[in-house]
């Protein structure tokens, strides 16, 4: 079992940043990926980043240039920096962990708006 708890959601004004942490725990060997997702509502989740566990990163194209994800394996946390956000971001991130079976956090809004 694999556990994860994300933090750092919140509300900001466009054109700011905030930065997602998602710690997880338990059989943290396990994990072959790392990644973070979201759901805007009315739309289907999709996928934000991922990072494996060699460290190779793949970031969704809506987010390039702005989002960057990164981890910290000392500490089994993945994070997402999130700069130069726009309304369109605003949606639940989750982060998600790719071991045996796919595990999900419990979801962090991010809303920007003025």
């Known amino acids: 079992q694999v556990q994860l708890v994300e933090s750092g959601g919140g509300l900001v004004q466009p054109g700011g940043s905030l930065r997602l942490s998602c710690a997880a725990s338990?059989?943290?060997?396990?994990?072959?990926?790392m990644g973070w997702y979201r759901q805007a509502p009315g739309k289907q989740r999709e996928l934000v980043a991922i990072i494996t566990r060699t460290g190779i990163t793949n970031t969704n194209d809506s987010v390039k240039g702005r989002f960057t994800i990164s981890r910290d394996s000392a500490k089994n946390t993945v994070y997402l920096q999130m700069n130069s956000l726009k309304p369109e971001d605003t949606a639940v991130y989750y982060c998600?962990?790719?071991?045996?079976?796919?595990?999900w956090g419990q979801g962090t809004q991010v809303t920007v708006s003025s």
């Open positions: 338990g059989n943290v060997f396990s994990i072959v990926n």
């Open positions: 998600n962990a790719v071991s045996f079976v796919d595990y």
